[in-house]
């Protein structure tokens, strides 16, 4: 398992290599120029290149790159081209918020997911597994924003039980009810968005378990159907769901950015919108960086999680 994660790591090197090459040269290559928001209509010519150069926009751009990946390799990310803030500092305050978000979708995708999978694959065919399948699709299907967009509409608006934004309550004690009520809006949006993914997944699993002879054998030896489904079944159904997590993860993470904007969670979502609208390059790259390497830390634990809840899989 030590080679098979050394190994992993060394194979990712090259892939965030290239995955932060490709990044750089679109967004340098995009319209627009963090200048734009920052130059005086009156400063003169002298005065405009004083302040590209001060940003680091003056020189080549595989010069640029080196520079940046130069500062990366010794632990610097460098500072924002509009706040000055470090970058590393402006991604640290926005990490925990969205992983917070982030895990309590999946939660919620999951609560939702299992027993619809499970009882959809169970009683196939029927009003049940209808009414899931819709359900799903409808969940896959609607996007993020409006969903998120009707949820603050009924919610906060009309029925005034649920704040439609932020993430604590500006004068209040911003404990963890309060907390929690802002959590709930984002949170079940990208839940349900999730979970119409897990429940077709959940059923497909399912349903190629229930057909294995061994299910079959357990039956015939006079087991209650409901420990056939949960114990024989579900476990090894749960397999392969467990390995389209990781790539869930990296769906969460994206869906974060919308679903940020929309309820002013102040994640790492919210700081990709409002780093593009400011053309903040050197940010940009930083939160590219940072979700290159989310993906490939979630796939990895997603591996040896396989492992150890599959024995069988050895990784040499």
Known sequence: MGNYILRRILISIPVLLGVTIISFVIINM????????????????????????????DGPLYARYLAWLGNVLHGNLGYSMTSFQPVSELIGQRILPTFVLMGAALIIGFVIAIPLGVLSATKQYSKLDYISTTGSLIGISVPTFFLGLVFIYIFSLKLKLLPSGGMITLGQDNGFVDRLRHLILPAVVLGVNEAGTLVRYVRSSMLEILDQDYLRTARSKGLKE???????????????????????????????????????????????????????????????????????VANLLIDIIYSIVDPRIRYN
């Not at 928001?37 to 680091?56: S, V």
């Not at 389209?244 to 919308?258: K, Q």
């Open 30 to 57: 995009a319209p627009g120029s963090p200048l734009d928001k920052l130059i005086d209509p009156n400063l003169t010519a002298a005065d405009i290149a004083a302040r590209k150069a001060a940003l680091g926009l």
């Open 226 to 296: 409901s420990i056939v489904i949960n114990k024989h079944a579900f476990k090894n159904a749960m397999l392969p769901i467990i390995t389209i997590t990781g790539l869930e993860i990296v769906t969460l993470l994206g869906g974060s950015v919308v679903t940020e904007q929309i309820f002013q969670w102040p994640g790492i979502g919210q700081l990709t919108i409002s780093s593009v609208m400011s053309r903040d390059y050197t940010t940009l790259m930083g939160l590219i960086l940072f979700g290159s390497v989310v993906c490939i």
